[in-house]
């Protein structure tokens, strides 16, 4: 497979788990600047222990999204911090109204 990017840009010490439990752990900082983080998961264990790292981070909201294409099975999943007031806020601030 050909990715096109740099070395460091393709990989992470520690494998899918380490990335993706690093970037749960950072969205935290930014909660309040960022509507959704998502990313993409392939391993049914790293699915399990970001599912548990989400709540211990007490996301809001979190959507998990199979997909799969012959014998490769892979799920993105969606987070937000922000609850539904909180999303509106977002919105009416963020968002223009086209009426």
Known sequence: MN???QN???WCKGGEQKFVLNM???SRKFSSHCYWFST???KQTTLKNALKALKNE???EVVTLPMGQ???TSRVVAWTFMNKEQQQDWIKSRW???E
């Open 3 to 5: 990715f096109g990017g």
């Open 70 to 72: 012959g014998n490769k």
């Open 24 to 26: 749960i752990r950072e």
């Open 58 to 60: 007490n996301a809001a």
């Open 8 to 10: 460091n840009e393709l």
């Open 96 to 98: 223009k109204n086209k």
């Open 40 to 42: 993409l998961i392939s």
